[in-house]
């Protein structure tokens, strides 16, 4: 499958209600890339927020991680146009942006990510063209790359009904580290005021029929059952690195 047709499954496997579900790296190492991306998901983000990507690192890991016929994604830091256009013309079929909270700022990133007519991003040759040689077919992906929303400060909630209004928006996905951070609560996932807030942000989807999101940071299989029973629709499961420390500490294997 190439990476418009991946794109094209993942939008159709969320309007139809099912969920997509992903992981996500921050080693920057294409043999873990080339693992994750055999591991069955639709897709795998590769951040660069949070971790030490860098963009010239893009190439390899997108290549590592389609050989096992998943889609690369970029968990971006900004979402400035340079970010955009450089991920994408690596090769990444979609962005997450992080820290939404207002349609406009969205609105700004999904335009540096399209190429005219549909945005504003500059048209180049690159890895995701082939250099020139898949220019036609780049030119109709180039309309619209996957586009996330991350939600993540509770200031989003109060513009949450126009950022799910934003025309081209696949799914929001919830940050719980920073959600809770911004309320005074990191990392109480139990806390009342925390679970209302994640509460309001799940039934906005519902009621605006955009997929809900959200990141199982931990690799627990029974809290990532539990968000699909949930709901919830993009989902990703867990990080490379998270997996490696939570399944290697010898004191949790052994007992101390
Ligand atoms: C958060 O929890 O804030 C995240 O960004 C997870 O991806
Ligand atoms: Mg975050």
Redesign the pocket.
Known sequence: MNRNDKINAIRSSLSNGKPSIGS?MQIPNSSVAEIMGQAGYDWVAVDLEHGSVCVHQLPNIFRAIELGDTLPLA?LANGHAKECKQVLDAGAGGVIV?MIESAEQLIQVRDACRWPPAGKRGVGFSRANLFGKHFEDYTKEAQSPLLVA?I?NISAIENLEEILAVDGLDAIFI?????SASMGLTGKFEDFEFLSAMEKIHNLCKKYKVPGGI?V?SPDPDKLKKCIAEGYKFI?YSIDAVILHENSSLPSIIGK
């Open positions: 996500w968990r992080p991350m993540e940050g719980p580290y920073d959600l990141h940071v990703a």
